[in-house]
């Protein structure tokens, strides 16, 4: 016989021997008396960054941190986040660059054609994202810009590592004595609506990166854009009519729209004590974010030069064409925010002649008998585009987003919520803020400064208080395979399986828990005593499957997967 207890292990460890004890920072909350020093990494699909906060540090005020401000090249841009980006030498193990300085060192390499060889990985977080039931496993690979394989978890392991190493230089700098391993706790951001198997992903690639796994929790980014807004003054909000959410009142309910680059993740939390907040509608979304409007950009050139030529022009020119979705990216910032009647971006003069020699009539004609004729205009190295067609490249996001939105609110459980928290990176569209208000006018919506920050912000606060969030639904149903008695007209015929003690059938899902049960932080969540089936069994194997389904009967059912292990499985 062996008891099996289930609890909230990722976000918020029941026990860690390297913490000594729990005391209280001046607004009432818990924080680790052995977290001297707590480090968030915000590994986004366009944009990642880091942050860090000394103890003391949040004492005084919890959203105090050290931003790591980024730049793109001598005089240019200065961001808060860099582009996610890895460059990794010929060889395939070898690191090579990341963020800007992966993006610059490229265009440095296509220029003098010396690229080919070498591995470009950029917006690879997207991998993870429809990652139930497809068993990421250490052999999983990924493919570069230019089709080229290397190992996910190794992409993903040399990305955290550059960001470990490159905070680590800035926290030496600022302090006079050694840092110790156990000194800082990472907490590593992760969307809500990824599966188990993606978060679990990311938390052995964070492994491979040298983060010990009792010094690292993984945040779910809403919950922590939500934190950071709970403890925001009045002058740190860009909109939303003087409300503060930190001063609504216990139980008064919010949504929180967190548009990233890749996914649109929402979920909804209900006010609690003054710092801490639940859970009361299970995190849900979709693939709409910022990268929806740059395939629909891609689209749009496809459709001005035709599939081959555009097919030709990103591999022969390469140079240009990262220079050409760089600038895209900053004319996808400013849309909607400028007056004017066309958006105006360089057009290459290597796709004008490629355009040319594949069918031999020039662009400007081509646009000119297209149903871009009134709306496009190719003059000289300038691409000018309408500003309707141009806010065309948003309308599938914006209309997926509006659309689920307006969904959520009809659920029952959504009557008293009256605002809308926007943060990520892609809540700084003037375009989709634009939209979410428009339609929903009878909603506060809300959006922070620096929206783009607002989940790295809040991780440190989180980093520093997990049981800040006191109670979540789970997304899916959790079990254990079993073998019971076989009975007749209940159990499939096909299922059935003779042996001495008489006919069994196997693969049984036996739930532990269910789907949209409310589980609170820290505790115990369920207890089971399981037997073995033979007196001489010295061993028990226990894998744990997820399903979306509510009551799943059979664990080799197709919307069943068996959460990995990663290594040798744990018998007991």
Known sequence: MVSVILGDRDCFPLK?????????????????????IVAAIDFGTTYSGWAFSFRADYEKNPTNAEVKHWHSGPGTLVTEKTPTCLLVKPDGVTFQAFGYDAENQYLELADKDEHRDYYYFRRFKMLLFKAFGKHLTKETTIADEMGKELPAIDVFAMSIKFIVDDMMVVVNQRLTGIIMETDIHWVLTVPTIWSDFAKQFMRHAAIKAGIVTERLTIVLEPEAASLYCRHLPIEAMLSGDNLLISE??????????????????????????????????????????????????????????????????????????LYMIREFEYKKREAGSRSGTQV?????????????NETHMTIK????????????????????????????????????????????????????????????????????????????????????HAASSAVLRGALIFG????????????????????????????????????????????????????????KTGETQITGTYYNNHSNQRSMLFRIYASNEKNPLYVDDERCSKLETWGNENKV
């Not at 105006?344 to 040319?356: D, G, H, K, R, Y």
Request: charged share 25%; net charge negative.
């Open 365 to 448: 004609d081509a646009i000119a008998a297209s149903t871009y004729a009134e709306a496009v205009e190719i003059k000289r190295d300038k691409l000018k585009i309408s500003h309707s067609v141009f806010k065309t490249l948003f309308q599938e996001s914006l209309h997926n987003t509006v659309d689920h939105v307006k969904r959520l609110l009809k659920d029952e459980r959504m009557v008293d919520v009256r605002t809308i928290l926007m943060a990520g990176g892609y809540s700084e569209s003037p375009l989709l803020q634009r939209a979410i208000k428009l339609a929903f006018p009878e909603m506060q919506v809300v959006i922070p």
């Open 248 to 321: 609504l009142p216990t139980g008064s309910k919010y949504m929180v729209l967190d548009a990233g680059g890749g996914t649109i993740d929402i979920t909804v939390h209900e006010v609690q004590s003054q710092y801490t907040l639940r859970e009361v509608r299970a995190a849900n979304g979709g693939d709409w974010g910022g990268t929806m409007v740059d395939k629909a950009f891609e689209k749009f050139i496809c459709d001005l030069v035709g599939e081959t030529v555009f097919r030709t022009f990103k591999q022969s020119e390469t140079e240009d064409w």
């Open 464 to 519: 520093y208080n997990p049981a800040s969030i006191t109670e979540r639904l789970l997304r899916y149903t959790y079990g254990t395979d079993i073998c019971v008695s076989f009975l007749e007209g209940k159990h499939p015929e096909n299922r059935r399986k003779k042996n001495n003690v008489g006919d069994t059938c196997s693969d049984v899902f036996d739930i532990l828990i269910e789907k949209d049960t409310k589980v």
């Open 16 to 36: 860690d021997d390297n913490i000594s004890s729990v005391t209280y920072g001046q607004a009432g909350e818990k924080y680790y008396e052995m977290r001297v």
């Open 344 to 356: 105006v971006m360089n057009f290459p003069a290597s796709l004008t002649e490629i355009f040319l």
